[in-house]
Antibody, heavy 120, light 108 residues
């Protein structure tokens, strides 16, 4: 059974930084692409980054490019998201998700999400 | 277009059928996935590859594509199907993953 558990969220001041972690279990982590998807309150979903199993392929949404960095630790089955120069627009629930590449791209398992609240 | 457009809200009578649509220029080129999100919960994948259903998803959920308009159909809707539904696909360049704005489904 796939389990994903995010940690590291909380209250951050504008201009500050965050480091989110996602601990994974129940599947072959090193072979799986992993993604971070966020959702502002009352808003839709936004895929902000993903990383390949070996870490060689990464993607960033334009709105976070240059400020956010995704990485992974295949020894400890964890994926991370670091963000700098945060703004109130980064306030959201951040979800860790596994990426399925069969039949296009989709996110087939999700963590429960972690809240990041950026104050001005 | 860099956007995916969905109905903002729909309602369906208990036991009846409803279709949620997703429109966007990239849908002719890429597969679509659909997610169900109940209030306060994480999204759940219900359709991928436009028409495929993950294991554990009831067969009353189905996906289709006609003329660039992609649909999620829920047959014999149940109370537990009341949720927000999001479509997703790639953008025209294939580099980004887009989500629709979401459709809030009410089961009457």
């Amino acid at each position: 059974q796939v389990q994903l558990e995010e940690s590291g969220g909380g209250l951050v001041k504008a201009g500050g930084s965050l480091r989110l972690a996602c601990a994974a279990s129940g599947f072959v982590f090193r072979e799986s692409y992993m993604a971070w998807v966020r959702q502002a309150a009352g808003k839709g979903l936004e895929c902000i980054s993903y990383i390949s199993g070996n870490g060689e392929v990464v993607y960033y949404r334009d709105s976070v490019k240059g400020r956010f960095s995704i990485s992974r630790d295949n020894t400890n089955d964890s994926v991370f998201l670091e963000g700098n120069d945060l703004s109130v627009e980064d306030t959201a629930i951040y979800y860790c998700a596994t990426v399925r590449w069969e039949g296009g791209v989709s996110f087939d398992s999700w963590g429960q999400g972690i809240v990041v609240n950026v104050s001005s | 277009s860099a956007e995916l457009t969905q109905e903002s809200s729909l309602s369906v009578a208990l036991g009846q059928t409803v279709s949620i649509t997703c429109q966007g220029g990239s849908l002719r080129d890429y597969f679509t996935s659909w997610y169900q999100q109940r209030p306060g919960q994480a999204p759940v994948l219900v359709i991928y590859g436009t028409k495929r259903r993950p294991s554990g998803i009831p067969d009353r959920f189905s996906g289709s594509s006609v003329g660039g308009i992609v649909s999620l159909t829920i047959s014999a809707a149940q109370v537990e199907d009341e949720a927000e539904y999001f479509c997703s696909s790639r953008d025209k360049s294939g580099n980004s993953v887009l989500f629709g704005g979401g459709t809030k489904l009410t089961v009457l």
